[in-house]
């Protein structure tokens, strides 16, 4: 049995609404060796990262995981929709600059939800002040100190 960090199961108790969902297909931003990709697998989601450490994403590649050794910049690549759901884990270490883009790309390539975790309540309010609540449903799940949420499209 797999052992989780409490990022990898707040997420991971939303994978039966993805699957009544239809989420097929799963992209992790940030994906590090591909831990959570392995999981999301598990899960049934045909998975794929981005990864800009090089020596983490062919450690991840060697372990059997689909990783592409992107930087932020290089996301806008993918196609609006191209996955069913998006996201990372641990949001709160991305820098603040690139906060806005790791969202709204996100929501860009995803088709129907974006995904992550989070410890900071700041943080969560910031990306919900980035929302269109008009265009989504938020559904979210506590663990210890770590928030797990699903942004669905609309």
């Given at each position: ?48 990262g981005t990864e800009p ?102």
């Amino acid at each position: 049995m797999l052992q989780l960090a409490d990022d990898y199961k707040v997420v991971a108790e939303l994978f039966p609404l993805w699957r009544k969902l239809k989420v097929a297909t799963a992209l992790e931003f940030f994906c590090g060796v591909g831990k959570f990709l392995k999981l999301l697998e598990v899960g049934g989601f045909a998975a794929s990262g981005t990864e800009p450490d090089t020596s983490n994403a062919i450690e991840a590649q060697l372990d059997g995981c689909a990783v592409y050794p992107y930087v932020l910049s290089d996301i806008k690549k993918f196609e609006d929709g191209q996955f069913d759901a998006v996201g990372m884990l641990r949001v709160d270490r991305v820098p603040d600059k690139s906060l806005d883009s790791v969202v709204n790309e996100g929501l860009r390539i995803s088709s129907k939800l974006f995904f992550y975790s989070s410890t900071s309540d700041v943080l969560e309010k910031k990306i919900f002040d980035m929302l269109d609540m008009s265009k989504v449903n938020i559904l979210a799940r506590r663990y210890n100190e770590v928030v797990g949420v699903s942004v669905l499209k609309l």
